[in-house]
């Protein structure tokens, strides 16, 4: 008997911002420590697999440097003077500061703010319940998913796809805008299964040559925002050869004759000249993709971080349409699952509560919001105080100086109920410490699958720490909403409602099944009965303002970008940062191995394997600008500028360079991180953060 096999093993699922959601086997030590992290071998999706740095949650979970205390500023904001404080002290101060914020300029100066650092729905979601009891402005949450399912959705119609184990089916999976070693490493576990039983070709398509790519048959490296002039010249090819199922098209789409005609001037060479890719390359991955019917396209979240990644989205999307590759087991396009669940949380987030004439504000452009932009304040109050659970804006939102401006003003009150002193934490007036999802019951959904799994508290937290829930539902009585709907339940009550009026059963049931699948059948996930548009169709004539998706912003904020710009048919759309004499390079702030956002930079094996801040720039572009490997580079734009080390890498374009993770901003010499250079304003039509897409400058740091 192994080891493993001898310990007490606790049933869960990662918590954090990744579409796998791995179901967990926890090894626990005792009431209060765990040791390892293991995938669960009985879930048919994590199949046993999971990513190093979850393996290693006991690093987190246990570390010297966690907040076990409530901390009120005693000295200058960001100065790092703390005053330990009683939990009741603590909240008593946050609801004052609100009531009174809400005295001088009415309910919306408040503004609650979160997002994924758990992606449990009770501890993440629940802040909406007191948003909308008390009327604070709105939270329209745009970071991560906007233009990924916009341009989906404007092909598909619905957020589903072909079962993502299928993958293990195919004779072809192409794996584009992901590097799903690093960020969702159960994508390798059935891609690699399908080339190990059938003998299937992996192809990856990504701005430089990743971990991913490196285990690829075939690796496109093309420029960033490219991707729907690749799509394009692919589809052109499959057209011009004879390789389009014509039978699917006219049954399944609403114009193949006026694509194709479109698409007759975008060739091969006119895509090379725009992505940096060679004629000979483009042909043989259309010709590979034309001639294998079971290719599984697999669609990542690099979509979502361009300006113009809708357009991208939906361009890729349709060559899964020209081929007909949905009508087989293990091919068609795949990008999320989050259509599936229905779950209702209207009780979780007393979205009955909700005044329709309160403002949202755009939760990417918290700095603009922050220093008063008018067009980001939608004609309201200015925010004076916050509450921020799950997320760590001082470091990873776009435009980071305005963000890091907002927080050091003085008529601001921040409460940021975190685990650690991230660089959020540190410009507060007052620090809530909080549990980690082994500390608490939860329930999480996995949009890059089809489980709904049960994450029971497991092991008792250090004094001190208190849940997401916990610190709503205290607020909820000092600011006196307590009675209304959704308030005075557990966490367990809530999952109970959640699950119960989906169908599912309740905690405890969940809790005896660990996870339930929810994979529709193939005919629906395949749009073999229709795709999700009402006449069936999959669009290729893409409808960008009228459109409906699961982001699409309120009305009252209307759409977002030049939207007059964004094409009729998929094309190549220059929305993005391009390059000039001014800024000749562009840069894209990929995920780090180790990291995942900025959760994970405080663990020391995390850190010391990623090593330092490093900006990866191709040998021939440093050696114009007289850059030894290793030098410090400057690198900047016209929100601000940084310094990096040079690291020679030839796996990119020239004029593309690349900074892995996101580092703390302390971890950088000047203190400032590498969103000092993303921007924050909103793409066409549904808005988001285009992290991917920055035009920058580089010198040798003087």
Not at 120 to 133: F, M, N, P, S, T
Not at 359 to 378: E, K, N, Q
Request: glycine residues 10%.
């Amino acid at each position: 008997m192994n080891q493993h096999a001898k310990l007490r093993i606790g049933h869960s699922a990662c918590p954090h911002d990744c579409p796998s959601t791995c179901a967990l086997e926890v090894e626990l030590l005792d009431g209060n420590r765990i040791g390892r992290v293991h995938g669960a071998k009985a879930n048919t999706y994590t199949s046993g697999v999971v990513c190093a740095k979850v393996a290693r949650y006991a690093d987190r979970v246990h570390h010297p440097d966690r907040l076990l205390k409530p901390l009120i500023r005693a000295g200058a904001k960001g100065d790092g003077v703390w005053q330990e404080a009683s939990w009741e002290a603590a909240l008593d101060l946050v609801a004052e500061k609100f009531i009174a914020a809400e005295e001088k300029y009415g309910s919306e100066t408040v503004w609650p703010y979160f997002y994924a650092g758990t992606m449990g729905l009770v501890q993440r979601d629940g802040i909406d319940r007191l948003r909308h009891a008390k009327k604070y402005s709105g939270f329209f949450g745009s970071i991560c998913t906007n233009l990924a399912w916009t341009g989906w959705m404007m092909g598909a119609g619905a957020l589903r796809g072909p079962d993502p184990r299928e993958m293990a089916k195919s004779d072809c999976v192409v794996i584009w805008g992901t590097n799903a070693v690093v960020t969702q490493v159960n994508v390798m576990t059935h891609a690699i299964k399908a080339r190990k039983e059938r003998g299937a070709k992996v192809i990856v398509i990504d701005v430089y040559e990743n971990a991913t790519m490196k285990q690829a048959d075939m690796g496109l490296v093309l420029k960033p925002g490219t991707d729907g002039a690749l799509a394009c010249a692919v589809m052109h090819v499959l057209f011009r050869e004879g390789l389009a199922d014509r039978a699917y098209l006219e049954k399944y789409t609403d114009d193949p004759k006026g694509l194709e005609a479109h698409l007759r001037t975008r060739t091969p060479e006119w895509a090379s000249a725009i992505t940096g890719l060679g004629v000979a390359e483009i042909e043989a991955f259309a010709r590979l993709v034309g001639t294998t019917k079971k290719t599984y396209f697999r669609l990542g979240y690099g979509f979502a971080r361009q300006r113009n990644g809708a357009v991208n989205m939906h361009a890729a999307s349709c060559i899964a349409a020209v081929t007909g590759s949905w009508q087989y087991e293990g091919g068609g396009a795949f990008h999320s699952n989050s259509g599936i669940f229905k779950l209702n949380q209207e009780v979780l987030e007393g979205t009955r509560m909700r005044d329709p004439s309160i403002r949202y504000l755009d939760h990417s452009r918290i700095g603009p919001v922050l220093t008063g932009a008018s067009d980001a304040l939608y004609g309201g109050p200015p925010v004076t105080a916050m509450l921020i659970q799950n997320t760590n804006p001082v470091n990873v939102a776009p435009e980071q100086r305005l963000v890091k401006q907002g927080f050091l003003r003085d008529d601001l009150f921040a409460c940021v109920h975190e685990q650690f002193m991230t660089d959020t934490a540190r410009l507060a007036d007052v620090v809530l410490p909080a549990t980690m999802f082994l500390e608490h019951d939860d329930v999480y959904k996995g949009g890059g699958n089809q489980h709904i799994t049960l994450g029971p508290k497991l092991i008792e937290p250090p004094e001190g720490p208190r849940t997401n829930h916990f610190v709503i539902e205290q607020l909820a009585e000092r600011l006196g909403v307590a009675d209304r709907p959704g308030f005075g339940l557990t966490e367990q009550q809530h999952i109970d409602i959640i699950l119960g009026k989906r169908g599912l059963g309740s905690f405890d049931s969940l809790k005896e099944q660990k996870w339930v699948d929810l994979q529709p059948d193939f005919e629906t996930a395949h749009f073999i009965k229709g795709f999700g548009h009402s006449d069936g169709k999959f669009r290729f004539r893409a409808d960008w303002t009228g459109q409906a998706a699961p982001n699409r912003p309120p009305k009252s904020m209307g759409l977002f970008g030049p939207v007059e710009r964004l094409p009729e048919f998929p094309d190549h759309v220059d929305l993005i940062e391009v390059a000039d004499d001014a800024h000749p390079f562009r840069l894209t702030t990929s995920p780090a191995r180790n990291f995942l956002n900025s959760t994970f930079a405080e663990t020391p094996v995390s850190k010391e394997k990623e090593g330092r801040p490093a900006l990866l720039l191709h040998p021939d572009d440093a050696a114009d600008l007289g850059l030894a490997d290793g030098d410090r580079v400057e690198v900047g734009n016209q929100r601000g500028d940084l310094v990096l080390h040079a690291k020679f890498f030839d796996g990119i374009k020239r004029g593309v360079v690349i900074a892995e993770g996101i580092w703390p901003n302390s971890a950088h010499e000047r203190g400032e991180g590498i969103n000092v250079l993303t921007g924050a304003d909103a793409p066409a039509p549904y808005g988001g953060a285009a992290f991917h897409d920055n035009k920058v400058w580089l010198r040798k740091a003087g």
